[in-house]
């Protein structure tokens, strides 16, 4: 199990590309089902564990991957199944969006239902009533969900607008001739991003990035290539930690209207956040205001960056309330802060954080994805050294995190136990 070693308190200053966005890549992937032509799809942060996980789903159903660089080729390689392995399933929620092109295209697949993980239960009722309500029949056999009959198009409103419940429609309304509409459907810019992936596969992908979509689907899709949309997740917690290392940052190759819920409440805190060309300048001196925060679904200010958001604010001067209203337990960073001598206390769904003047580096462990990268930026503006545990977690999500803060001047190193 590797960790990071990092000693704070380096201003952080320097230019960065970000990466293509994991959470983008991972539906565009699994579209590749859809056809049995190739398709080729660039700008895929494959260094990932998550993507390399999705590789490993794909080739479980019969797909052939090729990795070059950041370009991904998927081709055929075996008939395909209508299965998806437990064993990838329970390391990687997201694989239960292979639900929607294999029961849309076969009429019959069987997917085991992901366990839930540290941050929330995590259900995936919305999926399910989406492909009732097109017509499939559910049973459940040793811990798998079997979904049969063929769908047809049809209406869908989903009672809230979930991420995944709305890819997985989208992927199985593409396979569908016919008009699908999705209704209160997510609104995230990597909805956007598949919906044109489907279109240039033949589907005809309307409102993406709307609460109202609309998927005229085909029986028969063609192979598309297609470039990833930036990372918003990386770009904004860069951002935070250069923020918190008060230091400067060019971030390159990002989309800045998919940033404006976090580069809106940085200027309120202190930051100056300039939208360029090609991207975002950010710059920070000294301690930030308090920002109060609340969650919400795309357009609001992102669950996954809530945690990183924290560990600023745990040096702001004042009081601030950070709510998190999307998942029900997105508050394991707390406690690890609080080690840090981070003053934060917790009331349901709401944190309470009192900034102090300095954090003090400490051994902490990180308990999922964005709660490390939370730690990830308390380390890198605190005084003396942390020890960061368990980076399997960042790695699921962020590439190589160590070498692109040293590029910032970070004195940050991973050991391997
Ligand atoms: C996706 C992102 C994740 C992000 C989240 C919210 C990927 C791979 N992951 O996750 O990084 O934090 O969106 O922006 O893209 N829910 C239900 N029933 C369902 C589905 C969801 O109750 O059938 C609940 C979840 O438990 C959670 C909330 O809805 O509390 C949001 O989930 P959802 O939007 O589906 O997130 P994911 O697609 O899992």
């Known amino acids: 199990m590797d960790r990071f070693i990092i000693d704070g308190g380096k201003s952080l200053r320097g230019?960065?590309?970000?990466?293509?966005?994991?959470?983008?890549?991972?539906?565009?992937?699994i579209a590749t089902l859809l056809t049995d032509e190739p398709c080729l799809i660039e700008n895929v942060p494959t260094r990932l564990r998550d993507i390399r996980l999705t590789f490993r789903v794909l080739e479980a159903i019969g797909k052939r991957v090729e990795v070059s660089g950041t370009n991904v080729t998927v081709v055929d390689d075996k008939p395909l199944k209508t299965r998806a392995?437990?064993?990838l399933v329970k390391q990687m929620r997201a694989s239960v969006l292979v639900a929607g092109p294999l029961l849309a295209r076969f009429g019959w697949v069987r997917v085991p239902i992901p366990g839930g993980c540290a941050i929330g239960v995590r259900p995936i009722d919305i999926h399910l009533k989406g492909f009732e309500d097109l017509g499939a029949r559910r049973t459940f056999e040793a811990g798998d969900i079997i979904l049969d009959s063929p769908l047809r198009p049809g209406t869908i409103r989903f009672k809230f607008p979930s991420v995944g419940a709305t890819e997985n429609l989208m992927l199985a309304a593409a396979a569908l001739p016919g008009m699908t509409i999705l209704r209160n459907a997510a609104r995230e810019p990597e909805i956007g991003d598949l919906g044109r992936f489907l279109t240039a596969m033949g589907a005809r992908v309307t409102g993406a990035g709307t609460s109202t979509i609309t998927v005229r689907g085909a029986r028969h899709l063609h192979g598309a290539r297609h470039a990833v949309i930036a990372d918003r997740i990386?770009?904004?917690?860069?951002?935070?930690?250069?923020?918190?290392a008060q230091g400067s940052l060019r971030l390159l190759a990002v989309e800045p209207k998919h940033l404006k819920a976090l580069t809106g409440k940085m200027r309120c805190a202190g930051a100056v956040v300039r939208e360029e060309k090609d991207g975002i300048f950010m710059s920070m001196k000294g301690r930030p205001r308090p920002v109060s925060i609340a969650t919400a679904p795309y357009?609001?200010?992102?669950?996954d960056l809530q945690a990183p958001w924290m560990a600023w604010m745990c040096l702001a001067r004042g009081r601030c309330r950070v709510q998190e209203t999307v998942f029900e337990n997105r508050f394991l960073h707390a406690a690890e802060l609080s080690r840090m001598g981070g003053r934060v206390s917790l009331s349901g769904k709401t944190a309470a954080v009192e900034g102090v003047p300095q954090l003090c580096g400490a051994p902490v462990m990180a308990s999922d994805l964005r709660a490390g990268a939370a730690l990830v930026v308390a380390a890198l503006a605190a005084r003396g050294r942390t020890m960061v545990q368990r980076v399997y977690h960042i790695d699921r999500g962020y590439e190589r995190l160590e070498i692109r803060l040293r590029v910032l001047g970070a004195k940050i190193r991973r050991v391997h136990r």
Request: proline share 12%.
């Open 234 to 244: 990386e770009a904004g917690t860069l951002m935070l930690a250069a923020a918190a």
């Open 15 to 29: 230019t960065l590309r970000v990466s293509g966005s994991k959470n983008a890549a991972l539906p565009i992937l």
């Open 299 to 303: 357009p609001g200010f992102p669950t």
């Open 85 to 87: 392995p437990y064993e």
